[in-house]
């Protein structure tokens, strides 16, 4: 009987405890929410979630490494103020830091003790944190994609003038720097040029350009691994980061959370972002809007195709470069006749000059000429699910960004389904991959798309003729 009495007492203490607990944790939230925006209030802490008060410590969990180094960094005073006020003098904090352990979503927790001394200097914030030292780093910069070889030209103006800003004060103007345009316009050679200005001004700077691509890669071995946190680390000792071909992280929804912590961490140290995609911000598919919108917090940028004038000064600068001479009638009959990308016309370039040394041959109209008939007809087209998209939407005289909207309107769900299944035709992308890039669906909506489209034309002749036409503009463009 006396056992039953105490355990009843004991858990009438705890239960008092913890009500205490919580009434004054809730005095700490409304104290810090009279002390900050309310954007910072809802972002930093009311995902925090207490846990326990015991032995003067304070147990909090956090959902991130980074969750955590944000409170250390820029609101322990704030926190120190308002636990020392309801808890009392000498309260410590333990946090819980969530931390991914596999590519299934497996979750774990780390502890991390956290003494709040009355004053705490800014050496000690982040003592506690692992950290990759910081060591010499390649950049994977291409000596040869500079801005004394980036020839300038209308279409490409505005983008190399910021390039240049950026290159001269990183992270202050112009962050992030987001530059977009079709494959082969010169995107990778301005930011490499970026980059390698930066090196030469500030040889010690920590600058690396990799591709979206390796960056998933390297996210993906750390998780295998269990090196998250030195990944993320690393990342965090960048100076200037530069980013190829984001779109590559589109559907990759674990790789863009890591990013987005590691982006939101070098913008706020005041560390430049680069990035370049195939398409605009507000046209990426199967990013999430949250990164979006950091895209477009500094500069866009767009590197269009380039005019037959500049084509003949990139042509003259490359074959001058590799110590050669071209007829200007030459120079005119390339520029005119490959307007797709600065690295078609650069091929063809080196293809004469090969055939000229290993042939003796003169560079003259007759070997331009069949190196371009050659260059073309070996090239086969390759229908885009860009292409596709446009060439809809052009037909049906609607913008192309409405394609993607969640408008349930007849017209814009044919428009859809028709881009879907033209996907599903000439392209070799799965239909989960279709679905992501337009209109950001599932596969089981491309699958029905499909279904309807095929129908339909099967049914009705005027429906048929007009996804002909459709078909022809596409093979045409």
């Known amino acids: 009987m006396y056992t039953q009495k105490k355990q009843m007492m004991n858990q009438g203490v705890h239960i008092m405890q913890r009500i205490d607990f919580a009434a004054r944790w809730s005095k700490c939230l409304q104290t810090i929410k009279d002390n900050v925006s309310e954007q910072i209030f809802q972002t930093w802490f009311a995902p925090i979630v207490p846990l326990s008060y015991e032995n003067n410590t304070l147990h909090i969990s956090v959902p991130s490494q980074y969750f955590y180094e944000i409170l250390e960094d820029r609101f322990i005073d704030l926190m120190q103020k308002v636990l020392y006020r309801y808890f009392g003098e000498g309260t410590d904090l333990e946090y819980q830091v969530m931390v991914v352990q596999d590519e299934h979503g497996t979750v774990d927790y780390k502890s991390i003790h956290r003494p709040i001394l009355p004053q705490p200097p800014k050496s000690v914030v982040k003592k506690d944190l692992p950290q990759m030292p910081i060591t010499d780093l ?64 500030n040889p010690s700077a920590r600058v690396l350009y990799v591709s979206a691509h390796l960056f998933k890669v390297q996210y993906t071995d750390s998780v295998r691994n269990n090196t998250l946190n030195d990944f993320i680390n690393f990342y965090q000792t960048i100076d200037v980061l530069i980013i190829d071909d984001i779109q590559e992280f589109a559907g990759s ?20 972002l680069v990035m370049t995609a ?62 797709g990308s600065v690295r078609d016309l650069e091929g063809i370039a080196i293809s004469m000059m090969a055939q000229a040394t290993i042939f003796n041959k003169e560079i003259d109209m007759e070997l331009a000429r069949k190196t371009v008939q050659k260059f073309t007809y070996a090239e086969e087209k390759i229908i885009t699910i860009d292409d596709i998209i446009e060439t809809v939407c052009k037909h049906y005289g609607m913008d192309v960004a409405t394609i993607h909207t969640k408008s349930r309107k007849r017209e814009v769900v044919q428009a859809r389904q028709i881009a879907m299944f033209l996907a599903k035709d000439n392209t070799d992308f799965s239909t989960a991959r279709i679905g992501k890039l337009i209109g950001n669906r599932d596969h089981a909506t491309v699958l029905h798309a499909f279904k309807i489209i095929k129908e339909q034309e099967e049914v009705d002749k005027n429906f048929h003729e007009e996804l002909e036409e459709i078909r022809i503009a596409l093979k045409n463009k």
């Not at 801005?147 to 990183?170: Q, Y």
């Not at 195939?278 to 999430?288: I, K, N, S, T, V």
């Not at 990139?314 to 490959?338: C, T, Y």
Request: net charge neutral.
């Open 278 to 339: 195939d398409r605009a911000p507000m046209l990426l598919q199967g990013l999430e809007d949250r990164l979006i919108t950091r895209f477009k917090w500094g500069m866009v940028a767009e590197l269009e195709s380039p005019s037959f004038d500049l084509r003949k000064e990139i042509l003259r600068s490359k074959v001058q470069r590799d110590g050669w001479q071209f007829p200007e009638n030459v120079i005119e009959f390339v520029a005119e006749h490959v307007s």
């Open 138 to 201: 390649d950049p994977h910069l291409n000596p040869e994609c500079n801005f004394e070889t980036f020839i300038e030209g209308m279409s490409n103006k505005l983008a190399r003038s910021v390039a240049n800003a950026v290159a001269k004060n990183p992270g202050k103007t112009f962050n992030p720097f987001f530059i977009y345009g079709d494959s082969g316009v010169g995107k990778t050679h301005l930011v490499n040029a970026i980059g390698l200005k930066v090196k030469e001004l």
């Open 253 to 272: 929804t674990k790789t863009q959370n890591t990013f987005f912590y590691i982006f939101n961490q070098l913008h706020q140290n005041g560390k430049q």
